[in-house]
Every structure is written in C-alpha cells, then in structure tokens.
C-alpha cells in the first residue's frame, strides 16, 4: 500500500509539473514604435453595411405588410462614396450602382408588388456583388424573401 501511495504521489507531482510548465505564455517584444491600428471602414463600405441594416427591416415592414416608407435618399450616396479601393469605381460599378437605385426605388413606386420589387433589388446587388467584392454574398442572400 504503501508503495501504491508513494508511486502515486510521484505520478501527481510529476503531471502538476508539465501543467506549469504548458501554462508558460512567452510573448514577444513589441517592435519599437510599433502602434495598434483600429479598422476604419471606408465611406462605401459603411453605405454598405447601412443599407443592408435598412434592407433587413424594410423586408421586415414588407412581409408583415405594414407602410413601407419612403426611399432613403442617403443611399445616392452609392455614386459618390469613397470606396475602399478607388479602382474599384470603374464603369461597371458605375452601371450597377445605377441599376441597384432603379430597383431600389422600384420597390416604393410598386408597392403592390413590393415583394418581388424587393427580390429584384437584391438580386442587382448579388449581380455586382458576384462579380466585385463577393465576400458579402452570402449575408446578401439572406435578404431575399422566400
């Protein structure tokens, strides 16, 4: 018994050695005038995220069939905005960022059909975004009313 309990306790030591020594956390030395950067957003990045936010809750208001409100004027802001690439403005977003507003207004100019105007809006935004910048095309799918 008493080896048992003598083999025992070396193991218990031995084990609570090796949990010290993994728990070491070694850093490495910050580089000498290194800063921390916070993302910033680029003004057509935040457009984006703003209007997929309206979106969501104008295919809230359209599928409870509650007033839809009016066209939100800030989204002409799509023709102007500072993209984060500035090469990204080339004729072909140009015709897409016209396409996407068409539809956009569509959707209060045709109420009665506001929600197949809504899936057309979503599926200009899929059209460019499929062919520039697809990272947001699955969040963009959730969009579509079923």
């Not at 050695?17 to 921390?36: C, L, N, S, Y």
């Not at 935040?46 to 979106?55: G, R, V």
């Not at 977003?93 to 899936?119: C, G, H, P, T």
Request: with cysteine; aromatic share 10%.
């Amino acid at each position: 018994m008493k080896k048992f309990l003598g083999f025992a306790l070396i193991v218990l030591i031995w084990g609570c050695k090796d949990k010290a020594e993994d728990q070491k956390v070694t850093t490495a030395p910050a580089k000498e005038g290194a800063r921390f950067q916070m993302y910033e957003m680029s003004e057509m990045a935040s457009l984006m995220e703003q209007m997929f936010a309206y979106n969501t809750q104008l295919k809230e208001r359209i599928v409870n069939k509650e007033p839809l409100g009016e066209y939100p004027v800030a989204f002409d802001k799509l023709h102007t905005a500072v993209l984060t690439e500035a090469s990204d403005r080339d004729a072909f977003f140009n015709e897409e960022a016209v396409k996407f507003i068409a539809a956009q207004k569509m959707i209060y100019s045709d109420s009665l059909n506001a929600e197949s105007r809504f899936n057309e809006m979503v599926g200009q935004c899929l059209e460019c975004h499929s062919k520039k910048c697809g990272g947001p095309v699955p969040r963009i799918k959730k969009l579509l009313i079923p």
